[in-house]
Every structure is written in structure tokens, then in C-alpha cells.
């Protein structure tokens, strides 16, 4: 194998000869000659390796949050099936978050009346992923293909519509929760608003354009304090950057839907809870720590006033969520005009009955059949909100939603999954 010197110098006769037993001056310009030579070969390998290093800094950056687990025509074949419809004028309807605890639900439930479903998901660790994993399990027993990428993966967006026909999109996947904004606030950017941006863009130039369906939230009602809270409302005051991010998403999609004739539907869910739910919230972690023994602690609000929630059950968020899926109506295109204005909706998704948190306790206790240790405690400005109450005649007029689980009911069930999810012989409880 030849040395670097020999490949610098090469040794063929005829081209250059190095003679070794030559005068000093000779030795000396060889050695000047080979110095300068190898000096500009180090500067080149030195430029080669740093921006080779900045380029895979680049990289990793930019895909931090992506994996590389898709492709292939094996996949592609899978992603075709699972959005094949089973119904005559089905949809084909790709759910983001669909490993979520809303979204896991809403892709079962269009899978069963005949919708073709595709899933994505980024499977981050906010929470436990081995739950949004088993979800992911459950929807492929049901033939739901869950992608494992993440909203900004441009490529990945672009190949899906590329392989479907998407008629709508169900958009679930956020960084969802008040508290952790203040721990990570670029998450929030990063989904709820890079994130959304990129679907907008890979809608907008989606042919057909799909209709929009996405979770907006009830904390964008923030401090506003006339109950019930009615999409009439003000929400301008977020309390929280979690609420800030969604009321920016309704701006976004406004305007999306204004320039380019994108049909959306905006969401506004009020406390959702029930099998397969969310571990980061109150009646969740009440539930383990209750069962765990463990001290909960219950805020309160101003004069001592108790907290309270418009809890509202996942299979009824289901039913309003497909219920808008159906009237979500078609996207006009870009100067679109001939269709007329594609629509742009804000609904309240609530159960419209607050329940106060120490009752929300009670309940639990009864069903689990354990009492709370309590502790009572001044609610910190941490985002929360102390009171919501959803008006949703908006969304009962325009597609019949109207919720029929009140809250001892689906925490019975709530209560029931989460046993058999988390090993527990009732009798070790009971
Ligand atoms: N659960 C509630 O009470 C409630 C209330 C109001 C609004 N919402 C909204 O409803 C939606 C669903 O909420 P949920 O309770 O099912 O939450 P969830 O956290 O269980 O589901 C969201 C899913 O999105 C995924 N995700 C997050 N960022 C992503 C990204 N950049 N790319 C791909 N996937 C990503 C997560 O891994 C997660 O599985 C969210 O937009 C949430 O903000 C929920």
C-alpha cells in the first residue's frame, strides 16, 4: 500500500524521482516543497472535516425529533391499506397523535364504521411511551398503521400524501398540558406551532386539498370569566403558553384558510378523560397516587373557592369529533372561488356540567374503594385556570353533538381500564 509521501511524490519512473543520496540544497527544497504541499493538503482536510462536522450537526438538529424508521415499498403498501375505505363515501383520514390518548380513540372509532385511517405520532417521552405504544398496538390489531415521525419531518409529511388521498386530517398531535410550559417551553413552539405550520403547508399543496379538523383547546378562554364560555367570547388573555400556542393555531389556520381556501375546523376540548387517558392530568395521577397510598394534593382558588372542570368523556369527544369530520366540507383551493368560501368553525367540545375537584375526589374514592390522603393548597400561578363551563349549542346545532356520560359514569369505566391496564387484582384494591 502506498504511503501518503509516495502518492504526494509518486515514484514512477519517468515522472519524478526522488534521488536520497543527493546534496543538502536538493534534500532541502524537496523538503520545502514537500512541507508546503502536505501544509495545503492539512488545510483541505481540515476544512473537509469541519464542515463535514457542521453539516452533521446540521443534520442532527434538524432531526433531533425525527426517526428514520419509514420508507420502503413494504411500508408505502402498508400505508395504502391502512387508508383504504371499507364504506361506500368513506374517508380516508390521516389522524396526528393517533398514539395520543384522543387521538388513539378517534382513529378506533373511524376504523370501525369503515373510514381508512393513518396514524402519526413521534412517540416523544412527555409521558410514559410505552403507553402511547400499546395504543399503537391496539389500532394495528384494528389494521391502523401508526408512522412513528413528527410533524416537522417535511419529507415524511410530503410522502404521505404523496402515497393517499387524504380527504380529511384529523390533527391531534400537540404538546399538550399548562404545567410543562414552564419546564420546556420549546416543545410547545416546536409542535403546536412549527409543527402546525408544517401540516398547513403540506395540506395547501396536497392535491386534493383535504379538510382540517384539529384540537384546539378551552384554555384559550383563558382569564376570561363570563360563564359559560361561549365561542363568542373573548380569547385574547391567555393564562398559560400551552393556551397561548393554541390560540396562535387559530390565528394560523385562519389564515391558512383565508390565502388558501383550506377548510378548518377548530376544536375547543374541555378536560377530556377516560380509558387509555393522559397520566400528566389530575383525575390520572390522583388515581395512581391514591392507590399508591400517596398524599394528593388539591389546589384551590382565590377566597379559598374550589377548582372546577367541565370533564367530558372521551367517547363523547369521539362522537363530536367524527361529527365534524362529516360537515367539514371541502377545501376551495387556492383562489378557489367557484365553490364558494371553504369554511372556517371554532366549536366548545364540553360536557357543559363543571364538577368541583374535591367532588371529582369523592368519586374516585368511591370506585376505588380507597380514601385520599389530601392535602389542600393555594393554586400557584402555574397556567391553570380556576373554573371552565363549555356553551356548546354551536356545535349541537351544526352537527347534532350532544354528550350523555356524566362524570361518575366515566370514571367508573375510567377506574375499571385502569386496574386492568396496570395489573391490579381488584381484590387487592377491594
Ligand atoms: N385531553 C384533554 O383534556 C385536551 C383538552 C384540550 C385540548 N386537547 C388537545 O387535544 C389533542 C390531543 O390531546 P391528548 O390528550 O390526546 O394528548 P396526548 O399527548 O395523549 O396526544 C398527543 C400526541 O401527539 C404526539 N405528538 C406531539 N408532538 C408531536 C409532533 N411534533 N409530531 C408528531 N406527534 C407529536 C404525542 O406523542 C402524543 O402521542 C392535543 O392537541 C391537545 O392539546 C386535549
Given at each position: 500500500?502506498?504511503?501518503?509521501e509516495?502518492?504526494?511524490f509518486?515514484?514512477?519512473?519517468?515522472?519524478?524521482?526522488?534521488?536520497?543520496?543527493?546534496?543538502?540544497?536538493?534534500?532541502?527544497?524537496?523538503?520545502?516543497?514537500?512541507?508546503?504541499t502536505?501544509?495545503?493538503?492539512?488545510?483541505?482536510l481540515?476544512?473537509?472535516?469541519?464542515?463535514y462536522l457542521s453539516f452533521?450537526?446540521?443534520?442532527d438538529?434538524?432531526?433531533r425529533?425525527?426517526?428514520?424508521?419509514?420508507?420502503?415499498?413494504?411500508?408505502?403498501?402498508?400505508?395504502?391499506n391502512?387508508?383504504?375505505?371499507n364504506?361506500?363515501?368513506?374517508m380516508?383520514?390521516?389522524?396526528?397523535?393517533?398514539a395520543?390518548?384522543?387521538?388513539?380513540h378517534?382513529?378506533?372509532a373511524?376504523?370501525?364504521?369503515?373510514d381508512?385511517?393513518v396514524?402519526l405520532d413521534?412517540?416523544?417521552?412527555?409521558?410514559?411511551?410505552?403507553?402511547?405504544k400499546?395504543?399503537?398496538?391496539?389500532?394495528?390489531?384494528?389494521?391502523?398503521?401508526?408512522?412513528?415521525?413528527?410533524?416537522n419531518?417535511?419529507?415524511?409529511m410530503?410522502?404521505?400524501?404523496?402515497?393517499?388521498?387524504?380527504?380529511?386530517?384529523?390533527?391531534?398531535?400537540?404538546?399538550?398540558?399548562?404545567?410543562?410550559?414552564m419546564?420546556?417551553?420549546s416543545?410547545?413552539?416546536?409542535?403546536?406551532?412549527?409543527?402546525?405550520v408544517?401540516?398547513?403547508?403540506?395540506?395547501?399543496s396536497?392535491?386534493?386539498?383535504?379538510?382540517?379538523v384539529?384540537a384546539?383547546?378551552?384554555?384559550?378562554?383563558?382569564?376570561?370569566?363570563?360563564?359559560?364560555?361561549?365561542?363568542?367570547?373573548?380569547?385574547?388573555?391567555?393564562?398559560?403558553?400551552?393556551?397561548?400556542?393554541?390560540?396562535?393555531g387559530?390565528?394560523?389556520?385562519?389564515?391558512?384558510?383565508?390565502?388558501?381556501?383550506?377548510?378548518?375546523?377548530?376544536?375547543?376540548f374541555?378536560?377530556?378523560?377516560?380509558p387509555?387517558?393522559?397520566?400528566?392530568m389530575a383525575?390520572?395521577?390522583?388515581?395512581?397516587?391514591?392507590l399508591?397510598?400517596?398524599?394528593i394534593?388539591i389546589?384551590?382558588?382565590?377566597?379559598?373557592?374550589?377548582?372546577?372542570?367541565?370533564?367530558?368523556?372521551?367517547d363523547?369527544?369521539?362522537?363530536?369529533c367524527l361529527?365534524s369530520?362529516?360537515?367539514?366540507?371541502?377545501?376551495?383551493?387556492?383562489?378557489?372561488?367557484?365553490?364558494?368560501?371553504a369554511?372556517y368553525?371554532?366549536?366548545?367540545?364540553?360536557?357543559?356540567?363543571?364538577?368541583?375537584?374535591p367532588?371529582?375526589v369523592n368519586?374516585?374514592?368511591?370506585?376505588?374503594?380507597?380514601?385520599a390522603?389530601?392535602?389542600?393548597?393555594?393554586m400557584?400561578?402555574?397556567?391553570?385556570?380556576?373554573?371552565?363551563h363549555?356553551?356548546?349549542?354551536?356545535?349541537?346545532?351544526e352537527?347534532?353533538y350532544?354528550p350523555?356520560t356524566?362524570l361518575?359514569?366515566?370514571?367508573?369505566?375510567?377506574?375499571?381500564?385502569?386496574?386492568?391496564?396496570?395489573?391490579?387484582?381488584?381484590?387487592?384494591?377491594?
Amino acid at each position: 500500500m502506498p504511503s501518503l509521501e509516495d502518492e504526494l511524490f509518486p515514484s514512477t519512473p519517468g515522472k519524478f524521482k526522488i534521488d536520497r543520496g543527493h546534496n543538502i540544497n536538493r534534500q532541502f527544497h524537496r523538503c520545502f516543497a514537500s512541507t508546503s504541499t502536505m501544509f495545503i493538503w492539512a488545510l483541505f482536510l481540515i476544512a473537509l472535516t469541519a464542515s463535514y462536522l457542521s453539516f452533521q450537526s446540521f443534520v442532527d438538529s434538524g432531526n433531533r425529533y425525527f426517526t428514520a424508521s419509514w420508507g420502503g415499498i413494504q411500508w408505502e403498501k402498508q400505508i395504502r391499506n391502512s387508508a383504504k375505505t371499507n364504506r361506500p363515501g368513506g374517508m380516508s383520514v390521516l389522524v396526528t397523535g393517533a398514539a395520543g390518548f384522543i387521538g388513539s380513540h378517534v382513529s378506533l372509532a373511524l376504523k370501525k364504521r369503515g373510514d381508512g385511517v393513518v396514524g402519526l405520532d413521534n412517540f416523544n417521552n412527555y409521558y410514559d411511551p410505552s403507553l402511547k405504544k400499546a395504543r399503537q398496538s391496539l389500532l394495528h390489531s384494528q389494521a391502523i398503521l401508526v408512522v412513528e415521525g413528527d410533524l416537522n419531518d417535511v419529507k415524511l409529511m410530503a410522502k404521505l400524501f404523496d402515497l393517499v388521498a387524504f380527504t380529511q386530517v384529523m390533527h391531534l398531535a400537540a404538546q399538550a398540558g399548562v404545567r410543562y410550559a414552564m419546564e420546556n417551553p420549546s416543545s410547545y413552539v416546536h409542535s403546536n406551532i412549527a409543527g402546525l405550520v408544517t401540516l398547513l403547508e403540506t395540506c395547501k399543496s396536497a392535491n386534493p386539498q383535504p379538510a382540517i379538523v384539529w384540537a384546539s383547546s378551552s384554555s384559550v378562554y383563558g382569564l376570561n370569566d363570563k360563564v359559560p364560555f361561549s365561542e363568542l367570547d373573548r380569547t385574547d388573555q391567555p393564562a398559560s403558553l400551552y393556551a397561548a400556542t393554541k390560540k396562535a393555531g387559530e390565528e394560523i389556520t385562519h389564515t391558512y384558510n383565508h390565502i388558501y381556501g383550506l377548510a378548518i375546523t377548530g376544536l375547543r376540548f374541555f378536560t377530556v378523560y377516560g380509558p387509555w387517558g393522559r397520566p400528566d392530568m389530575a383525575y390520572f395521577s390522583f388515581t395512581r397516587n391514591i392507590l399508591q397510598g400517596k398524599t394528593i394534593t388539591i389546589y384551590r382558588g382565590k377566597n379559598k373557592a374550589d377548582l372546577a372542570r367541565d370533564f367530558t368523556y372521551i367517547d363523547d369527544i369521539v362522537k363530536g369529533c367524527l361529527g365534524s369530520l362529516d360537515t367539514s366540507g371541502r377545501s376551495t383551493g387556492s383562489g378557489g372561488k367557484k365553490r364558494g368560501p371553504a369554511p372556517y368553525r371554532n366549536f366548545n367540545l364540553g360536557n357543559t356540567t363543571p364538577v368541583k375537584v374535591p367532588t371529582l375526589v369523592n368519586i374516585l374514592e368511591k370506585h376505588l374503594r380507597v380514601k385520599a390522603k389530601r392535602k389542600i393548597m393555594e393554586m400557584p400561578g402555574n397556567g391553570d385556570v380556576p373554573y371552565t363551563h363549555a356553551n356548546i349549542s354551536l356545535a349541537r346545532r351544526e352537527f347534532g353533538y350532544k354528550p350523555t356520560t356524566d362524570l361518575q359514569t366515566g370514571l367508573k369505566k375510567f377506574v375499571r381500564w385502569y386496574l386492568s391496564y396496570y395489573g391490579y387484582n381488584r381484590k387487592d384494591v377491594w
